[in-house]
């Protein structure tokens, strides 16, 4: 990073609180400048690209190869649960790279520039297979198409994510940056959702509901991959005046063998923060791909909802991002991290899957009654709300994960972090997706079945299996997070403590340089 010295004079580290070391006078370093509102922006920006791919391959993917062209959706199941293994290997590897990578364009920006046209371009092809492939040669064509759009996207998510704490210290500045993030990621999911329910799946005599019509998946892949393209474009470009401040990479690591990145990998994984985080993540990120995978089932054969109030009910989840930005960073600030995450996640949970233990129950608005989709929008907006601060202070408290590891490691490996957290994302979304085929296929739930013809008895089947999975996943992951020890207080100390140690290595740089200089 390009950091200042400022006078100061030298002292020395003494223990103090949560075993972190409190720190006497130190050489202070001159913080950089303040993050414009068009940098907020444009970094908020990127996460529509990773929002159009998330609610396409996790809302529409099955949907489309199951019901619409008819491959059975164990295939498609296994063809993403396969994808794990390719990004078991790509995301720490992206990660490590971009940590350990020097460029007059910094860490970051070159991974994030590199994976504009590939992550368009590999998206687009995932929805045109060749004609005439069996089954199974279509599960190939998932399995590779979607495994290099995983991998062009990881180079840019894991990036642009590591850049969080670089770009900000400050404990609630971080979770703002993630807000933006956050509000980007939800309004791309949710507004391509909304506009291709209203623009593109256009209901026909022949497809009274538009989402099931073949000829509109054209259009739909066109404008996600054009979406993707722009959003990943803004995002380096209206980051890039921030490079001079980013923390390059130090010298001297050119030479280092391969078992040492994994070593110092496997002790920054160490982190008992760390492994909190990544705990929590993989059970909440299963059930948010459990969810994404089925709701379209729900809205399609138990609500009946036609298209037009599917699109209306995208902008439950705007609405939800929307309260949730500037509500995150207070709550963080107020309770802390971990407690607004916990707490807003089982919440969260429990009012989001009230409608299907209703319907479950014949309590429920019964399909067409006015007062369905108001209630359900309403309950949308809320639940998503609350779930929405758990994502956004996990992920702040990810950021924070960093300086923690440092401290013990000397290491920023900011990219190696969120390398890890973008394979158990991406891993636990496709557990979810496979978690949601095991669904369908233990509730006997027919392929290629038309709307009208669906009974009561294969929706309650499907609800029963879902309900307590759904649950369940949530609440076991909230409670790896009573193991994440860092507080506001910690992360203070931690960042002071930091800030020292480089002011004293560039204290002794000079001193060495001005020894070794020529005689004037």
């Excluded at 063809?79 to 940590?99: E, H, K, M, N, Y």
């Excluded at 002794?508 to 004037?520: C, H, K, L, N």
């Amino acid at each position: 990073m390009a950091w200042s010295v400022e006078e100061g004079g030298a002292g020395s580290a003494s223990p103090a609180a949560d075993g972190v070391p409190a720190v006497d006078d130190k050489p202070a370093i001159a913080a950089p400048p303040p993050i414009r509102l068009g940098t907020r922006m444009s970094y908020g920006a990127g996460a529509i690209a990773n929002g159009v791919k998330n609610a396409a391959f996790t809302s529409y993917l099955m949907l489309y190869f199951n019901q619409v062209i008819g491959v059975p959706a164990a295939i498609v199941g296994a063809a993403l649960a396969a994808t794990l293994i390719v990004d078991a290997v790509a995301d720490p590897f992206l990660g490590r790279w971009s940590d350990v990578t020097r460029s007059r364009w910094g860490r970051r920006h070159p991974f994030i520039y590199g994976a504009i046209l590939p992550t368009a371009l590999f998206f687009l092809l995932t929805w045109f297979p060749p004609t005439g492939l069996s089954d199974m040669a279509m599960g190939f064509w998932i399995f590779a198409m979607a495994a290099l759009t995983r991998i062009s996207i990881s180079a840019f998510e894991i990036t642009t994510s590591a850049m969080a704490p670089e770009m900000a210290e400050d404990y609630r500045e971080r979770t703002r940056l993630f807000s933006y993030r956050y509000w980007f990621g939800y309004a791309g999911a949710f507004g391509f959702a909304a506009l291709s329910l209203a623009l593109i799946f256009v209901e026909t005599p022949a497809y009274p509901q538009g989402q099931l019509n073949p000829a509109s998946y054209v259009n739909f892949a066109i404008f996600g991959a054009l979406l993707i393209f722009a959003a990943i474009l803004i995002c380096g470009l209206g980051t890039h005046n921030r490079i001079p401040w980013l923390r390059q990479r130090d010298f001297g690591e050119d030479s280092m063998p391969v078992g040492r990145h994994f070593r110092e990998m496997l002790e920054s994984f160490r982190n008992r923060a760390f492994l909190a985080i990544f705990g929590f993540g993989v059970f909440k990120y299963t059930a948010i791909g459990l969810y994404s995978a089925t709701t379209l089932y729900f809205s399609t054969y138990l609500f009946k909802l036609d298209t037009a109030q599917l699109a209306l009910l995208t902008f439950d989840s705007l609405v939800a991002a929307t309260l949730a930005a500037p509500l995150a960073p207070w709550f963080s600030d107020r309770i802390g991290k971990r407690a607004s995450s916990m707490i807003f996640a089982v919440l969260g949970v429990a009012i989001g899957l009230t409608p299907l233990m209703l319907s479950y129950l014949d309590l429920f608005f019964v399909p067409g009654d006015p007062m369905l989709v108001p209630v359900l929008f309403v309950n949308g907006a809320v639940y998503g709300a609350m779930v929405a601060i758990s994502l956004i202070n996990t992920s702040s408290m990810l950021a924070d994960v960093v300086e923690d590891s440092a401290v013990e490691t000397g290491r920023h490996t900011a990219g190696t972090f969120f390398a890890a957290s973008s394979f158990m994302q991406q891993c636990s979304n496709a557990l979810g997706i496979s978690a949601a085929s095991a669904i369908l296929a233990w509730s006997a739930f027919p392929a290629r079945v038309d709307p009208a013809s669906v009974t009561e008895a294969m929706t309650d089947s499907l609800l029963i299996h879902y309900i307590p999975c759904s649950f369940g996943l949530w609440a076991i992951g909230s409670l790896f997070l009573l193991f994440y020890p860092i507080t506001k207080q910690r992360h203070a100390r931690n960042v002071e403590l930091l800030r020292a140690r480089q002011a004293e290595a560039m204290s002794a740089e000079a001193q060495d340089a001005a020894v070794g200089a020529p005689a004037r």
